[in-house]
């Protein structure tokens, strides 16, 4: 058995799959979520894919008291994966204190707590919001890419964290961090007893299509079709969260067990690829078999033109890279959306 991880959002979208292989790379694994956006049964899920069941507490990273609390009652701690976080954009406008408060709050109470009880590395969940819209000659972007002023207050916690991981790392705690910014993760485990579940009407672009598909949602509405790209609609750099769950597992092997691993280090984790959302609609259909009802809508607000990654460095350093087919993935998205419909969720 390896060492013991400490993943906190651990019952949502990417904290279950990565739980899932983390616990399949011989990690084992401590839970804490408070809820707030996903299913203690999410737990289920992952005992039935790995035949384990990880230690799950419900506890908000926001409170100390508690958080220490699962410190002292699982002292093997060494590493920490920092998922929990709101994540909303539209939300983070409105309520901006709260994303402050809880997005900040969590992390540096992690980080407070990890000399303490001797936990060494800590993952932290970054985004590739940071880069804004990168300039044309910064495509795909890279991680010495300019970082922009964030275009909400959900985007500026991830900058804001980065920040104050970075400031408590040069100011000597005996600690060392991994930065992951993500691309656009979606699709589900092949199992499709894990997978993405929304709240609500769903504000992202794989949902929106399985639940028309499955005729949840009467239209899709693709938005803006009169951008500066080869079809006129978005471009985004699609990663599969299988394969994102399993860049962590390379992390934390890094930041825990590799020496010439930095105090921080940054990495970008995507395909490399861009796709444009009308690709990812035809491609979705031709997967599947299944129809979307679509059409074009005026451009979303704060949406970005176009953004994909430059994943040279995780492929090098990290030894990992993204190797699901686009075809597969939007398939696993769908089985993932025909589960919930025989379960009677969605
Ligand atoms: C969003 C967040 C980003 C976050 C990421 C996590 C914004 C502005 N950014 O990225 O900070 O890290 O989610 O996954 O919200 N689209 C449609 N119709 C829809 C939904 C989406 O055409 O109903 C298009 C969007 O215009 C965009 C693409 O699909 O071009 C992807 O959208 P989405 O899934 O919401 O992700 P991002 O906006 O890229």
Redesign the pocket.
Known sequence: MKQTILVTGGTGFIGSHTTVELQEAGYEVVIIDNLSNSNANVVDGIEKITGIRPAFEKVDCCDMEALEGVFKKYPKIEGIIHFAAS?A??ESVEKPLMYYRNNLTSLINLLELMPKYDVKGIIFSS???VYGQPSPENLPVTENAPIQKA??P??NT?QVNEEIIQDYIHSGAPIKSIILR?F???GAHPSALIGELPNGV?????P??TQTAMGIREQ?????NDYNTPDK????DYIYVVDLAKAHVKAMERVLDKPECEAVEVFNIGTGKGLS?LE?VEGFEKATGVKVNWTY?P??E???EQ?WGNVDKANKVLGWKAETPTEEILRTAWRWQQQLRERGIQ
Do not use: E, Q
Not at 202 to 206: A, K
Not at 233 to 236: E, N, S
């Open positions: 994540k954009v539209g985004s590739c919001t275009m909400s959900y985007g991830k993500y656009n993760p979606i769903p504000m992202n672009l794989i929106f299509v899709l509405k693709i938005f803006g609609t978005c471009i985004r959302t990812v809508a451009r979303r704060g949406d970005i953004v």
